[in-house]
């Protein structure tokens, strides 16, 4: 096992695991994990080893996103968004961030969508002005992950000038004046530690170097740094569920016993198709994952469209196998003991998170016909 996975098992088997149902029950901010998280190089994986990073890529960041969302669904979407956001900041964030990134001190996070676009964030519709030395920033954010905990935020705006692009991107500090965060917390269905809140800028003054690329570029930078990670992480994120509800269901069919046949549910013939159908499902996502990271890291034909494809199908494929595994251990599945309710409601976040399955399915559509990915189909 390699040193980053060593390390990350330690910090799972002493902080996350005993932590995560707590994290569930409370809608608590998994703080002990980020921090342990952090010390240990974990938050840190995929910065440069020049800044004493740990030089990781995507198949390394996926290992570990997939770990912890078997464990805690919470902790693993802090982290996985950081890594999204890394990903960019690593392409044309500041020397400092970059720095205290890697020595596992920045914690950072996607800020992308908006009250006013909704889950549409290539089509921002907060604004940025220029004035000065400064530039001038006024959104509705709608659910920023980690949004009170973060050090730094990946902003998306309107471009300065509208003639150069959908959108700018901006590295804002999480501290900055005008900014107002929804400290009631996120209650969500699943997810519930991840710390989702809707933050508003009101005349958020930042200097015009915190761009990242260039005025109108940002969906530019997006989609070549950010928003590869976020899918396949996202699409590691429901194999590390599936792989937690298909061994928890092993568990409960095999050490559970119907006395009055003096056989357990394994040896029944129905349990046991359904476990062979969630085996399946989990080796599924598990085979489109690992092709689509070769694809990426060979450079590959068709890499765009399988870093397209992978989150819908994970995601989907995530919520079916969860639904299954509620099937397969009955009564038991309803019982929060067994820990498989709270991988089930983790599961359902992946559909509706920006891109959703249904914007997904309308990229690929246009991409296999040879159609723009977004405006007018003509």
């Known amino acids: 096992m390699s040193t980053h996975l060593d390390a990350l098992e330690r910090v799972i088997t002493d902080v996350v695991a005993p932590e995560a149902t707590t994290i569930d029950e409370q809608g608590a901010f998994p703080s002990s994990a980020v921090t342990a998280l952090g010390r240990a190089g974990i938050l840190g994986l995929t910065t440069s080893p020049d800044f004493g990073g740990g030089g990781g890529g995507m198949r390394?960041?996926?290992?570990?996103?997939?770990?912890?969302?078997?464990?805690?669904?919470?902790?693993?979407?802090?982290?996985?968004?950081?890594?999204?956001?890394?990903?960019?900041?690593?392409?044309?964030?500041?020397?400092?961030?970059?720095?205290?990134?890697?020595?596992?001190?920045?914690?950072?996070?996607?800020?992308?969508?908006?009250?006013?676009?909704?889950?549409?964030?290539?089509?921002?519709?907060?604004?940025?002005?220029?004035?000065?030395?400064?530039?001038?920033?006024?959104?509705?954010?709608?659910?920023?992950?980690?949004?009170?905990?973060?050090?730094?935020?990946?902003?998306?705006?309107?471009?300065?000038?509208?003639?150069?692009?959908?959108?700018?991107?901006?590295?804002?500090?999480?501290?900055?004046?005008?900014?107002?965060?929804?400290?009631?917390?996120?209650?969500?269905?699943?997810?519930?530690?991840?710390?989702?809140?809707?933050?508003?800028?009101?005349?958020?003054?930042?200097?015009?170097?915190?761009?990242?690329?260039?005025?109108?570029?940002?969906?530019?930078?997006?989609?070549s740094t950010a928003l590869p990670y976020f899918l396949v992480l996202s699409a590691a994120f429901s194999l590390g569920v599936l792989e937690a509800v298909t061994a928890k269901a092993g568990e409960h069919l095999s050490s559970t016993r119907l006395e009055h046949l003096g056989e357990t549910l394994i040896q029944q013939p129905i349990p046991r198709a359904d476990l062979a159908r969630l085996r399946l499902t989990t080796d599924r996502v598990r085979a489109f994952l690992n092709d689509t990271l070769t694809a990426l890291e060979t450079g590959r034909p068709d890499a765009q469209l399988r870093v397209l494809q992978v989150k819908a199908v994970g995601a989907e494929e995530a919520a079916q196998g969860c639904d299954l595994a509620m099937k397969v251990c009955g009564g038991a599945a309803f019982r929060k003991e067994t820990g498989i309710d709270r991988h089930f409601r983790d599961s359902l976040a992946a559909r509706v998170m920006a891109p959703t399955t249904d914007a997904l399915l309308d990229f690929v559509g246009r991409a296999i016909s040879g159609l723009p990915l977004l405006g007018p189909v003509s």
């Open 60 to 223: 390394q960041a996926a290992e570990v996103v997939e770990r912890l969302a078997g464990t805690c669904g919470s902790t693993a979407m802090v982290v996985l968004m950081h890594y999204a956001a890394t990903a960019a900041i690593e392409a044309h964030g500041p020397k400092e961030i970059r720095q205290a990134t890697a020595e596992g001190r920045h914690l950072t996070t996607l800020a992308f969508s908006e009250t006013g676009s909704r889950s549409q964030f290539w089509s921002p519709v907060s604004t940025a002005t220029a004035d000065g030395d400064s530039v001038v920033l006024d959104a509705a954010k709608s659910w920023i992950t980690s949004g009170a905990e973060a050090d730094s935020y990946l902003w998306s705006s309107r471009p300065l000038e509208a003639s150069t692009g959908p959108m700018t991107l901006w590295l804002v500090p999480s501290g900055a004046d005008g900014l107002t965060r929804n400290t009631a917390g996120f209650d969500g269905v699943g997810l519930r530690g991840n710390g989702s809140i809707p933050v508003t800028a009101t005349g958020v003054r930042i200097p015009v170097d915190a761009r990242l690329g260039g005025d109108g570029e940002g969906l530019d930078v997006a989609l």
